[in-house]
């Protein structure tokens, strides 16, 4: 089905609904409202900016990152058992979910198409170095890749390195820079 023809079957399955009174369109605005600006990898840009700026604040991170977003109520679920990986000089992590297409909601938003495509899925697992070429991000040989398959009981969330360049921005101005890609893994941050 093509993305024009499901827009069509469900803005007539919306308006069928409504016209019965099983649906309140009012509350489907809501919920896209909710999606579009308060769920969202902004965020876990949060989470990771504060990671970059307060040691204490990453360590607790990635030891129980569950417990950190439960202070932040961020809306959007998807979290109830949440682990954060953190790249490092000898390290890069990326996240794939292989069963389906699992993953943080609540710091990440909905999952991009690509997430949810069995070539991703089955590829990334056992040649990760040429899928993230494909999403240009080319990392040296002398690093190890690891790849976090999430499920239904955990989802993953890379913490990306800073760029030597950004050091010494506030928070905000460092949560602004911070990529949806760079947090599934398949991007690494670059300071321009
Ligand atoms: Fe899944």
Same mark, same amino acid.
């Given at each position: 089905m093509s993305q024009t023809t499901a827009a069509i079957r469900a803005q007539?399955?919306? &308006? *069928? *609904?409504? =016209?019965?009174?099983?649906?309140?369109a009012d509350l489907i605005d809501d919920v896209i409202v909710r999606y579009n600006e308060r769920v969202g990898p902004m965020n876990g840009a949060k989470l990771v900016a504060h990671a970059w700026s307060d040691v204490a604040f990453k360590k607790r991170l990635l030891t129980d990152a569950t417990a950190v977003v439960n202070e932040f109520e961020f809306s959007g679920g998807q979290v109830d058992k949440l682990v954060v990986v953190e790249n490092t000089p000898d390290t890069h992590?990326?996240?794939?979910?292989?069963?389906? $297409?699992?993953?943080?909601w609540a710091v990440l938003g909905l999952p991009p198409k690509w997430y949810k495509d069995p070539a991703y899925r &089955?590829?990334?697992?056992? =040649?990760?170095? $040429?899928?993230?070429?494909e999403f240009g991000t080319f990392i040296s040989t002398e690093k190890k890749i690891r790849v976090w398959d999430s499920s239904a009981e955990?989802?993953? %969330?890379?913490?990306? =390195? %800073?760029?030597?360049?950004?050091?010494?921005?506030?928070?905000? &101005?460092?949560?602004a820079s911070v990529s949806r890609d760079s947090m599934i893994g398949v991007t690494v941050l670059d300071a321009n």
């Open positions: 007539a399955l919306e &308006s *069928l *609904l409504t =016209e019965r009174g099983l649906l309140d992590n990326v996240v794939v979910c292989t069963l389906c $297409s699992c993953y943080p &089955s590829r990334v697992v056992r =040649e990760p170095r $040429s899928v993230l070429a955990i989802r993953y %969330m890379v913490l990306p =390195e %800073m760029p030597a360049a950004w050091q010494g921005r506030d928070v905000d &101005s460092l949560a």
